[in-house]
């Protein structure tokens, strides 16, 4: 079964300079959430968006942002990279409507150097 | 904010045991939710739970969506050596395309 799709996997970055991270959701779902994983910590919701307009915001810095697009897929932008953002960003999808769970990504592991 | 609290943090067991984990929240949710994480992966939905009281079991894994809202515990019968990780407790204040607030995760060892 198709499962949530996100790329790269893998991404290093300098101080300041900007990142972009994809999210291809599981066909039919039609809801994309952002969650950020510090080491040994629990994932922190950023941001979701639901049929391509957002629908909630976490703890997202005004740094960074994001969009659902048409055929809803999400991409994630950073900019002004700080050391404090390496991490795994992970990214996961659902159904439209009541009682769905969400399924969640590999993970882009960001790091900042 | 919500805050999940989740327990114990690690656990240390022989192959073969049974284990149990639980979370606790200071307020409501309306939907449970258990992932299993490995290291660098991304977390692996293993069960969900929609009403209050509800046990649901999914092979060697069982939940339960406690009566007050306020919990839920997961237990793993006869531990094999994939079951390696960390578990995740994670709550919805309303039903689904809500975000999911984490409890702080058990770590599952176990000793050869």
């Known amino acids: 079964a198709a499962g949530v799709i996100q790329s790269p996997r893998h991404l290093i970055k300098e101080k300041r300079e900007t990142a972009t991270l994809k999210c291809y959701p599981i066909p039919r779902h039609d809801t994309v959430y952002w969650y950020q994983q510090g080491p040994g910590q629990d994932p922190q919701f950023l941001i979701s968006f639901y049929e391509k307009m957002q629908s909630d915001k976490g703890s997202i810095p005004d740094r960074f942002s994001a969009q659902q697009f048409s055929d809803y897929h999400s991409e994630l932008n950073m900019s002004s990279l700080e050391l404090g953002d390496s991490a795994l960003y992970f990214c996961?999808?659902?159904?439209?409507?009541?009682?769905?769970?969400?399924?969640f990504g590999q993970g882009t592991r960001l790091t900042v150097v | 904010g919500q805050q999940l609290n989740q327990s114990p943090q690690s656990m240390f067991i022989q192959e073969g045991e049974d284990v149990s984990m639980n979370c606790t929240s200071s307020?409501?949710?309306?939907?449970w939710l258990w992932y299993k994480q490995d290291p660098g992966e991304g977390p692996v939905l293993l069960i969900a739970?929609?009403?209050?009281?509800e046990l649901t079991s999914n092979g060697r894994l069982t939940a339960q969506f406690g009566i007050t809202r306020k919990d839920s515990f997961l237990n793993i019968s006869a531990s094999i050596p994939s079951d390696v990780g960390i578990y995740f407790c994670a709550g919805q204040t309303n039903f689904g395309n809500e975000k999911l607030t984490f409890g702080t995760g058990t770590r599952l060892t176990i000793i050869p």
């Open positions: 739970l929609y009403k209050a009281g």
């Open positions: 996961a999808s659902s159904l439209p409507g009541s009682y769905t769970e969400a399924f």
């Open positions: 307020s409501i949710f309306n939907t």
